[in-house]
């Protein structure tokens, strides 16, 4: 953690006669909290502010999408708001990651089931300082199977993209800091102990409601909402990426803290994430992703007070040659995946919630949408859900998977013999 006593940097200008180790240190902390209770009047001084912490990015600076979004994005009026109450407001809620996050933060690491829940205010705080950068770099053993969290590639570049995702996420800031929401957010890793056996499985299909129309986040409110995950959850949302799971991330954006403490997916994970708000509007995909306004989410709240809006990331196989994903393993891959992702850790009935799902793995990552809605009818059933397709503007594909998901339901065939010849339906 950015205020923790073992972020430390050498004291400047010692004579270094002694052996490294005995290098006198000092607080980083100290020299943040300096630097964040000086308003920073103009996006040079912000950029000089954001750069001090971290050696490595001060000399591969970049902030050219910081840069542009003060200089050329925001009109004088939203300048002046920017460094006169925003940022000033970003900086104290920042501050006070050391009274609001007393203990470090458990790691969600590989291989352990485990949940952390934290208050949407905590959260505000952990993104505020990865806004400016006051993470120290994580340790090597750490860094290669983590996402990255400081928000550095955020600022580099100055495409459209970078824009549309400065604004959205300043909405998020602007709407916290003028009012701290209550609630509380989980973060829930999750393990597949034992691979299931497809092919034994005698369980029939459960419902399936598919269209064309809608989206997972708009049309899924009360289902189990799948994000199409990299395996660092999040993938490219602070870097270039804009496709579904960044969206998700930047319109919700209390989903990107979990970059901070989820060691990357395994084969056989999901993380689930239970209570994050919606706090921005938007248009288009990818290249026309555009912040449209900001969003007041009415989700009515659980007993722990956490939103109920439940998004289970999992991350399907990048396939870079089509048929690779029709051998078996692969199937069996995708399958458990997204079973581990779809089923409720604790019981299979059917009251359990849909999931809301499309086309998982794709589109960046390659995928068939016929192969992959049956792999996803087939784990849905098995976790004792019915399925909310969304089959994103697709008309044709919504109608091959109806007929499929008929073809199966009519002959009452089972997810172990659906399993055994997914190339047959
Ligand atoms: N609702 C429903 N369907 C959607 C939505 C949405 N909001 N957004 C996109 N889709 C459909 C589109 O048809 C898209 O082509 O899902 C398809 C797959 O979306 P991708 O994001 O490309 O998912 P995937 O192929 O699994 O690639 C995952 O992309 O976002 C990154 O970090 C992610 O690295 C990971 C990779």
Known sequence: MPCSSKNTIPVEDQVIVQEPQHLESKSQWEQIKKTLTKKPTNVDELT??????SAFQAKNGDTAALHSYCTKVLDPDAVEHLFDSLLPDMMQLALRVSELCTKPIPLLKRGVSHSITMSQEQVACLLANAFFCTFPQRDIRECCNYPDFNFFRLFKGS???????????????????QQIPTGLVTFSRRKLEKPLNWKSSKTLLTKLHITCEGTIEDDGYGMLQVDFANKFVGGGVIGAGLVQEEIRFLINPELIVSRLFTEALDDDECL??????QFSKY???NETYKWSGSFQDKTPRDAWQRMCTEIVAIDALKFEHFLEQFHPSKINRELNKAFCGFRHPEEKSPTLAAVATGNWGCGVFGGDTRLKALIQMLAAAEAG???????????????DVYNMHSFLTQRNISVGEASRHPDSF
């Open 385 to 399: 859900r019915d399925v909310a397709y969304f089959t994103f503007g697709d008309s044709q594909l919504m109608t």
């Open 272 to 277: 689930v994430v239970t209570g994050t708000q």
């Open 283 to 285: 248009t288009g995909y």
């Open 48 to 53: 000089k502010a954001i750069l001090k912490h």
């Open 159 to 177: 495409s459209s993209k970078k824009m549309e995702k400065l604004k959205t996420l300043m909405c998020y800031f602007k709407m916290v800091t």
